[in-house]
């Protein structure tokens, strides 16, 4: 009797490792691995003019904003610098820091000639003596 319990118990033990792993795999059928994926950085940083008002340098912001409804950009974030303990190698000199990201440089290649894009850049560009672009790619 107890012998029977025991290859019961273990039948059904294996049933629901079986069924539990078949489930727990199914989730993650179409999930690709992030090894080997490349991701697209594309950081702006901009020197707002000095004559500039407050009104006027917090409408910039509009800039970004407006850039974040664009295709292909992801994780669009904006910024003014930190505040940061002063350093030999911290530039605090810029304005605003616009930092997003692309699946693809042929996305990011896109979206730099949108018409939105351009006409966002040709709006916002009496605001800024200086602009800096870095695009990075990171595996």
Same mark, same amino acid.
């Given at each position: 009797?107890?012998?029977?319990? =025991?290859? =019961?118990?273990?039948?059904? $033990? @294996? $049933?629901? /490792? /079986?069924? @539990?792993?078949?489930?727990?795999?199914?989730?993650?059928?179409?999930?690709?691995?992030?090894?080997?994926?490349?991701?697209?950085? !594309?950081?702006?940083?901009?020197?707002?003019?000095?004559?500039?008002?407050?009104?006027? *340098? +917090?409408? =910039?912001?509009?800039?970004?904003? &407006?850039?974040?409804?664009?295709?292909?950009? +992801?994780?669009?974030? #904006? &910024?003014?610098?930190? &505040?940061?303990?002063?350093?030999? *190698?911290?530039? @605090?000199?810029?304005?605003?820091?616009? $930092?997003? %990201?692309?699946?693809? /440089?042929?996305?990011?290649?896109? #979206? &730099?000639?949108?018409?939105? !894009?351009?006409?966002?850049? %040709? %709006?916002?560009?009496? =605001?800024?003596? +200086?602009? /800096?672009?870095?695009?990075? *790619?990171?595996?």
């Amino acid at each position: 009797m107890e012998r029977r319990k =025991f290859l =019961f118990r273990s039948i059904q $033990a @294996s $049933a629901f /490792l /079986l069924i @539990s792993g078949n489930m727990f795999a199914s989730m993650f059928t179409n999930v690709k691995p992030l090894k080997n994926k490349k991701v697209y950085a !594309h950081n702006l940083f901009f020197w707002l003019r000095k004559d500039l008002s407050a009104t006027e *340098v +917090k409408n =910039f912001e509009k800039f970004f904003e &407006g850039l974040k409804k664009l295709p292909y950009q +992801k994780n669009l974030c #904006y &910024g003014v610098p930190a &505040g940061s303990s002063p350093r030999a *190698v911290l530039d @605090s000199t810029y304005t605003y820091n616009c $930092a997003m %990201q692309f699946d693809s /440089l042929e996305e990011l290649e896109a #979206y &730099g000639k949108l018409p939105e !894009h351009l006409a966002l850049v %040709q %709006q916002y560009k009496p =605001f800024f003596e +200086k602009m /800096l672009v870095y695009d990075t *790619v990171y595996n």
